[in-house]
């Protein structure tokens, strides 16, 4: 039982009544304080990330009702500056961001990675009669991406705090102080579990973000040297196929030699890698008009003819009827939106209950051959939501896993083979209740993400 008594009951109705609610944010604490004297900082990763918090987190407030009576603890109010505290204790520099990669045209955060925190479980109670003690437990778990989307590294912790012994009574107003310190508490816990994690067992996908820059050394470098050093890790990454976040560097090296042609070219590749084809198109122009005689600009002029002939794709939902409904034109408008496809409609070119299956299959490639497209996409769309795993307290609160899953096979209609096969999952969590209309919305969003992310496994594959 989170509230033992009468004289609880009244103790809150109390505060309810003088202050429209049972708690506010501590006001006695102070995340970066208490990380450095709790001695987390060690020497940190050099790179500049974006830490992310839902809405739905920043508004979170875990509460109880007991015969009538509110206990409420506004989590969501001080989770983003003990995020940041958490973020600054791991990294060079921090800043938030509105949501997690990939980014689009309109919006791109001056940043190398991404930092998602989230809130899998949450409890308190008071225990005792007329006096005793609040504890309060907080599952997290942190999630770090790159600039394509992709999961580098994810950590769970648990956190767990216990306030001085109260008198429920004689301390109404410093009992909902401590309420909310011991709240705070507990996600400090789990986020002092995390860093601990993370210095001890650093992320090697993360440490692949540091390869070829000599981090620690990098504001002192002179220009030339730090222009090499950002060229080098951009080109590190574009090897690696990872385009948004070599694009990322390149950019910045071309801050210090603006005009460098080899430097000017990888970023229009990855540009058009990335799917940003009418920048691709500028940075290509730009290598012709500066350095009109090298290799850069024999290489650009082909890309520029690439790029102005769309490849014609075709696009063939084979879900089963009903099984999702979500708005399978996500998938269509990725594409289309990249501007680096033209997209035509397979509906009326067979009739086919299941284009997979041969010799209809082949019929269908032929008939989409004739059409125009180079290459046919089936894909299939899948999601759910379900409770995480709770710990069976009392009143806890648990996170509700929002997952939307495409699968999408690319294959060519001349060849009639399979080019490439790709699986996109996105996922998020919510700890608020949503109605159906709410938890939609929620995973049409996560279907838009993995659309943006197919777009991307199609260009990184060479399909354009």
Known sequence: MLLNTRAFYLLLTMTAITSGCAYNVPLAVDPVKDMHQSRLVSKKMPIKVGIYLSDDLKHYVYKQQRMGTAFRMKIGKYLPIVAAAMASAMFDDVILVDSVPPYSNSYKPDVEAVIR?????????????????IKAKTKLRITAYDLDGNSLWQDEAVGESRSTELDFIGSLLDGMEEAGK??????????????????????????ALLEVKKAENLRNLPNFELFKTLYEKGRFQYDKKNYCQSLYLFAKASTIVPDEPATLFYTGACYTHSGDKQNALKKFADII?????????????????????????????????????????????????????TVIDTAKLTALNNPLISPDFSQFLDSCSKKGAKVIILHEIDSSSQKASPDYYGGEDVATEHSVRISAKAYSTKRKQLTTAILINEKSSTMQKQTAE???????????????????????????
């Open 289 to 341: 008009a500066k350095s009109p005689s090298g290799q850069e600009a024999s290489d650009a002029k082909k890309w520029i003819q690439r790029l102005n002939d769309p490849l014609k794709i075709g696009l063939a939902n084979i879900n089963k009827a009903n099984k999702t409904a979500l708005d399978n034109e996500a998938v269509r408008n990725a594409l289309t939106n990249s501007n680096m496809y």
């Open 117 to 133: 925190l989230e809130i899998l479980s949450c409890y308190a109670n008071a225990v005792g009669d007329l006096s005793g003690y």
């Open 182 to 207: 011991t709240g705070y508490q507990a996600v400090f816990s789990a986020t002092a579990r995390l860093i601990n994690d993370f210095y001890a067992k650093p992320p090697q996908k993360l440490l």
């Open 438 to 464: 709410e938890e939609a919305k929620t995973k049409q969003q996560l279907l838009e993400n993995a659309s943006r992310k197919l777009v991307l496994q199609l260009l990184k594959n060479d399909i354009f």
